[in-house]
């Protein structure tokens, strides 16, 4: 079924449908070997219409459009090009570039050029974005302007205002931004390294300090926390004597600028209470789960010893993301090809509400009613191949669930397969085999396939249940009730706990799998009922053991985005004159911040798939060998009893 689909989607599918805009005959702009390779800009006849709710229903601008090789520099109108050509003819040169093809008429009346659409009504200067050319709209102290205008007039002598063009267009992008780009681009990249090179770092402490470290970074914790509600409240007090700063978030509204957020009293109490809880939290833990700490920080020691001595598998991660990467490309190129399988399709527009035809699919030679246009609207057709695409691309999303599962599980899998070896071994490190990764993996793949793409496969369908949910609430918004929301709301609260408990279960269930080699059920029974009988040593352990890792990650995350913050601001005087300065720093701040965390994530999963699999390996050695002892003794005593009856008859006669 996997290669049908994706045959069938490539034999059907043209990804130039999406790479390429399409004119209103159906034809793609920058297409080679066609008349349009040198246009490759989407022009718009009346870009205002592009406003109209009709789009819903054409799933396309109910205007002409035209492939064109540069977009317009300069406002104009028809009106005004027919007065001007009088005088010159340089302006009809210029004007005529924008109308169709074939078309050399400047005397034409213009009612009859805007119902026979022959040339736009005016031109507005434009700039190419995602091929398309839109206005270039340019803000002036504070008002948005299209060549310092705000105002202007088409071919009728009807007022319309940049507001309208830029509701229209529905992109309104600043200049600054777009030329900045690549300087953020290079900076986050700068700040990753930094990340990598950090988390590394930690890495390696834990390996020698793994005890005093993880104490030092959860009294850091507590101390950062502490200076922040010491900090928000110093904030508080100052801002009580600012007008306006009583305003409520709400009021506000959401605004790209988050220096307006922080000039209200309300955003800082929400961060001194947020400080507040999360301190409270790690103080309770530390007094109330003291020893269950102690224990989690050994195990971490254990997990920093052995990956200190298989340092390999810190670096296999990198092959779950080239995995992944092909998992999503696959998906992605899959569902291009799904999306533009279909044959063009055209619809009629009219500015007649009278004309029966509109809204109709049609052909473009056929005949319509006066000014009526047949434009191309979007890529359809009636087949029973188009019929079901959208049950295509539900089984694409499937099949790219089940393999991103499949990739996370083969390196769980592998990963307890060495951390395993490394457990059972005797003398550390002379009796850890050789290539000990390479060897799991090739296990993983050659014994334990069909026990991982199960349990992918479980896990999966459960995901895909969860996103129909969320797709269906998106289609109800606005036609449903209380009842229907209260379902809604409860299924998929359902489907979150279900998919949380798979998920747990599979990490398990993949984790005994790779030690004792049994099928994924089997598997999976035994680490449940191991769990159940230490249900509170696992939920404790658990939870501190993660909670110490995430604390090890917002350290990492937290020291990167400090640095990143005065690299940004030009507040670290090495570099102060060497870097430019960033108009709006908030962007490639929160990447480097959420990619460092990130980076992070990724190292420290191997430590807790690490801490996972020696606490199973631990209590499952310490559940059989009191079983191993008493099923011994009772084969023992078996075997002394045969003994004895034995002796028993055949010296029984003589006794007598």
Request: glycine share 4%; charged share 15%; net charge positive.
């Given at each position: 079924?996997?290669?049908?689909?994706v045959?069938?989607?490539?034999?059907?599918?043209?990804?130039?449908?999406?790479?390429?805009?399409t004119?209103?005959?159906g034809q793609?702009?920058?297409?080679?070997?066609?008349?349009?390779?040198?246009?490759p800009?989407?022009?718009?006849?009346?870009i205002?219409?592009?406003?109209?709710?009709?789009?819903l229903?054409?799933?396309?601008?109910?205007?002409?459009?035209?492939?064109?090789?540069?977009?317009?520099?300069?406002?104009?109108?028809?009106?005004?090009m027919?007065?001007q050509?009088?005088l010159?003819?340089?302006?009809w040169?210029?004007?005529?570039q924008f109308?169709?093809?074939?078309?050399?008429?400047?005397?034409?009346?213009?009612?009859?050029?805007?119902?026979?659409?022959?040339?736009?009504?005016?031109?507005?200067?434009s700039?190419?974005?995602?091929?398309?050319?839109?206005?270039?709209?340019?803000t002036?102290?504070?008002?948005?302007?299209?060549?310092?205008?705000?105002?202007?007039k088409?071919?009728?002598?009807?007022?319309?205002?940049?507001?309208?063009?830029?509701?229209?267009?529905?992109?309104?992008?600043?200049r600054?931004?777009?030329?900045?780009m690549?300087?953020?681009?290079?900076?986050?990249?700068?700040?990753?390294?930094v990340?990598?090179?950090?988390?590394?770092?930690f890495i390696?402490?834990?390996?020698f300090?793994?005890?005093t470290?993880?104490?030092?970074?959860?009294?850091t914790?507590?101390?950062?926390?502490?200076?922040?509600?010491?900090?928000?409240?110093?904030?508080l007090?100052?801002l009580?004597?600012?007008?306006?700063?009583e305003?409520?978030?709400?009021?506000?509204?959401?605004?790209?600028?988050?220096?307006?957020?922080?000039?209200?009293?309300?955003?800082?109490?929400?961060l001194?209470?947020?400080?507040?809880?999360?301190?409270?939290?790690?103080?309770?833990?530390?007094?109330?789960?003291?020893?269950?700490?102690?224990v989690?920080?050994?195990?971490?020691?254990?997990?920093?010893?052995?990956?200190g001595?298989?340092?390999?598998?810190l670096?296999?991660?990198l092959i779950?993301?080239?995995?992944?990467?092909?998992?999503?490309?696959?998906?992605?190129?899959?569902?291009?090809?799904?999306?533009?399988?279909g044959?063009?399709?055209?619809?009629?527009?009219?500015?007649?509400?009278?004309?029966?035809?509109?809204?109709?699919?049609?052909?473009?030679e056929?005949a319509?009613?006066?000014?009526?246009?047949?434009?191309?609207?979007?890529?359809?057709?009636?087949?029973?191949?188009?019929?079901?695409?959208?049950?295509?691309?539900?089984?694409?999303?499937?099949?790219?669930?089940?393999?991103l599962?499949?990739?996370?599980?083969?390196?769980?899998?592998?990963?307890?397969?060495?951390?395993?070896?490394?457990?059972?071994?005797r003398?550390?490190?002379?009796?850890?085999?050789?290539?000990?990764?390479?060897?799991?993996?090739?296990?993983?793949?050659?014994?334990?396939?069909?026990s991982?793409?199960?349990?992918?496969l479980?896990?999966?369908?459960?995901?895909?249940?969860?996103?129909?949910?969320?797709?269906?609430?998106?289609?109800?918004?606005?036609?449903?009730?209380?009842?229907?929301?209260?379902?809604?709301?409860?299924?998929?609260?359902?489907?979150?706990?279900?998919?949380?408990?798979?998920r747990?279960?599979?990490?398990?269930?993949?984790?005994?799998?790779?030690?004792?080699?049994?099928?994924?059920?089997?598997?999976?029974?035994e680490?449940?009922?191991?769990?159940?009988?230490?249900?509170?040593?696992?939920?404790?352990?658990?939870?501190?053991?993660?909670?110490?890792?995430?604390?090890?990650?917002?350290?990492?995350?937290?020291?990167v985005?400090?640095?990143?913050?005065?690299?940004?601001?030009?507040?670290?005087?090495?570099?102060?004159?060497?870097?430019?300065?960033?108009?709006?720093?908030?962007?490639?701040?929160?990447t480097?911040?959420?990619?460092a965390y990130?980076?992070?994530?990724?190292?420290?999963?191997?430590?807790?798939?690490?801490v996972?699999?020696?606490?199973?390996?631990?209590?499952r050695?310490k559940?059989?060998?009191?079983?191993?002892r008493?099923?011994?003794?009772?084969?023992?005593?078996?075997?002394?009893?045969?003994?004895?009856?034995?002796?028993?008859?055949?010296?029984?006669?003589?006794?007598?």
């Amino acid at each position: 079924m996997l290669l049908f689909t994706v045959v069938m989607t490539w034999l059907h599918g043209d990804p130039r449908k999406v790479l390429h805009p399409t004119d209103s005959y159906g034809q793609f702009c920058g297409q080679k070997e066609t008349s349009n390779e040198k246009k490759p800009i989407l022009f718009y006849f009346n870009i205002l219409k592009c406003a109209n709710p009709a789009i819903l229903i054409n799933l396309q601008c109910p205007t002409t459009q035209m492939c064109l090789s540069k977009c317009p520099d300069r406002f104009a109108t028809y009106t005004e090009m027919q007065l001007q050509h009088k005088l010159s003819k340089s302006y009809w040169e210029y004007y005529r570039q924008f109308c169709k093809p074939g078309f050399n008429n400047p005397d034409k009346p213009v009612s009859q050029v805007l119902r026979d659409e022959d040339c736009p009504s005016m031109i507005v200067p434009s700039r190419p974005f995602l091929q398309r050319c839109l206005p270039d709209f340019i803000t002036l102290n504070g008002t948005v302007t299209v060549a310092n205008r705000t105002s202007f007039k088409d071919a009728l002598e009807m007022a319309h205002t940049v507001t309208e063009l830029e509701h229209a267009a529905k992109n309104k992008c600043d200049r600054m931004w777009l030329v900045n780009m690549t300087l953020y681009l290079c900076m986050c990249a700068r700040g990753l390294l930094v990340a990598l090179a950090v988390s590394l770092l930690f890495i390696l402490l834990l390996r020698f300090t793994a005890g005093t470290l993880l104490w030092a970074t959860i009294i850091t914790v507590i101390l950062l926390l502490a200076y922040g509600m010491w900090y928000c409240s110093m904030v508080l007090s100052q801002l009580r004597h600012t007008a306006g700063s009583e305003v409520a978030i709400v009021e506000v509204g959401l605004h790209t600028d988050l220096h307006v957020y922080l000039q209200l009293t309300q955003t800082w109490i929400i961060l001194l209470v947020s400080l507040g809880l999360a301190e409270a939290s790690i103080l309770l833990m530390l007094i109330f789960l003291r020893r269950r700490v102690r224990v989690a920080i050994a195990l971490l020691r254990e997990a920093s010893k052995a990956i200190g001595y298989i340092m390999s598998t810190l670096f296999f991660p990198l092959i779950t993301f080239f995995l992944v990467s092909v998992c999503v490309s696959y998906w992605a190129v899959t569902a291009v090809y799904l999306a533009s399988s279909g044959q063009a399709v055209y619809k009629v527009t009219s500015p007649d509400v009278s004309c029966p035809y509109t809204n109709r699919t049609c052909n473009p030679e056929s005949a319509l009613c006066q000014a009526s246009q047949c434009l191309f609207a979007f890529y359809g057709g009636e087949t029973s191949y188009h019929r079901h695409l959208f049950l295509l691309q539900v089984y694409n999303l499937l099949i790219f669930l089940w393999l991103l599962n499949f990739s996370l599980a083969l390196e769980q899998c592998t990963l307890a397969g060495t951390f395993a070896s490394y457990y059972w071994a005797r003398r550390k490190p002379q009796d850890i085999p050789a290539c000990p990764l390479f060897s799991s993996f090739s296990r993983a793949i050659r014994y334990h396939t069909g026990s991982l793409a199960f349990g992918a496969l479980v896990l999966s369908v459960a995901q895909l249940v969860r996103l129909i949910l969320e797709y269906l609430e998106n289609k109800l918004k606005g036609v449903d009730n209380s009842l229907s929301r209260f379902i809604m709301h409860c299924l998929k609260c359902c489907f979150w706990c279900l998919e949380k408990v798979i998920r747990y279960m599979n990490r398990n269930a993949y984790i005994m799998v790779a030690i004792y080699g049994k099928n994924f059920c089997s598997s999976a029974r035994e680490a449940f009922f191991l769990l159940m009988r230490n249900v509170v040593r696992v939920a404790v352990l658990d939870r501190v053991t993660d909670f110490l890792l995430f604390l090890g990650k917002v350290l990492i995350a937290g020291g990167v985005g400090v640095v990143a913050f005065f690299f940004f601001t030009r507040k670290i005087p090495v570099i102060q004159e060497e870097e430019p300065n960033l108009n709006y720093y908030w962007v490639p701040l929160l990447t480097v911040v959420m990619g460092a965390y990130l980076i992070a994530h990724g190292f420290f999963s191997v430590y807790a798939i690490c801490v996972d699999t020696l606490f199973l390996c631990f209590y499952r050695n310490k559940v059989q060998a009191p079983m191993v002892r008493h099923y011994f003794n009772i084969v023992i005593c078996f075997y002394l009893k045969i003994l004895e009856m034995y002796n028993a008859f055949t010296t029984g006669p003589q006794g007598l």
